[in-house]
Nanobody, 129 residues
Framework: QVQLVESGGGLVQAGGSLRLSCAAS????????MGWFRQAPGKEREFVAAISWSGDSTGYADSVKGRFTISRDNAKNTVYLQMNSLKPEDTAVYYC??????????????????????WGQGTQVTVSS
């Protein structure tokens, strides 16, 4: 029903910036809460950032606060993750995800992986030292 495709990953030097995009396809009648997660080799997938359906509220993992910014353009069915001041420990496969539940609050979002119903295939981000 919903397909998510990430793009924008690549190789950057420490301190550099990268912008990820997540394009949604498939016909829907509502905007979803969206999130970004990442998984490094040998580690569990972890929460990175989330945004409410309206875009009015965002949340971040402590490890990326002040460096990453999540945003969305509902008219384009696209979510973004702007990553600045990248560190080698940010190296991971980054996934976008959609929570299809109905939330009437303009500010609700979730960091719980289990709440997300649709997942992209991931895009590799590698930060060199």
């Amino acid at each position: 029903q919903v397909q998510l495709v990430e793009s924008g990953g690549g190789l950057v030097q420490a301190g550099g910036s990268l912008r990820l995009s997540c394009a949604a396809s498939g016909r829907t009648y509502r905007s979803y809460v969206m999130g970004w997660f990442r998984q490094a080799p040998g580690k569990e997938r972890e929460f990175v950032a989330a945004i409410s359906w309206s875009g009015d509220s965002t949340g971040y993992a402590d490890s990326v606060k002040g460096r990453f910014t999540i945003s969305r353009d509902n008219a384009k069915n696209t979510v973004y993750l702007q990553m600045n001041s990248l560190k080698p420990e940010d190296t991971a496969v980054y996934y976008c995800a959609a929570d299809s539940a109905t939330y009437y609050s303009r500010t609700y979002f979730t960091a719980n992986q289990g709440d997300y119903d649709y997942w992209g295939q991931g895009t590799q981000v590698t930060v060199s030292s």
